[in-house]
């Protein structure tokens, strides 16, 4: 069984910094995309960036310039670091990975974490 826990959220002033972390661990042969959702008090779960495997990484327009997404493959870990957060940046953030479990698996699976908080305050 796959499991990926988040850490790193917290409660930060506008203009301040967090970084998020997510481990994968767990019965992993491979790691395809992994990247970072957020879920805002009524609102739906959106994308904010994703690091597929050697490829170029994507981000949400309103996250552009401020947070930087990495990945430590060795460790099954992805990064987060935000960076001048604002108030609107306050949500539940996600973890996702889409990678394969075995060397006989046939096809990759998604997996999500439990979430992480992030309070922005003005």
Not at 1 to 10: R, W
Not at 20 to 41: D, E, H, K, T
Not at 76 to 83: E, G, I, P, S, W
């Amino acid at each position: 069984q796959v499991q990926l826990v988040e850490s790193g959220g917290g409660l930060v002033q506008a203009g301040e910094s967090l970084r998020l972390s997510c481990v994968a661990s767990g019965s992993i042969f491979s790691i395809n995309a992994m990247g970072w959702y957020r879920q805002a008090p009524g609102k739906q779960r959106e994308v904010v960036a994703i690091i597929p495997s050697g490829g170029k990484t994507n981000y949400a327009d309103s996250v552009k310039g401020r947070f930087t997404i990495s990945r430590d493959d060795a460790k099954n870990t992805v990064y987060l670091q935000m960076n001048s957060l604002k108030p609107e940046d306050t949500a539940v953030y996600y973890c996702h990975a889409n990678l394969v479990e075995s060397i006989w698996s046939n096809r990759a699976k998604d997996y999500w974490g439990k979430g992480t908080l992030v309070t922005v305050s003005s």
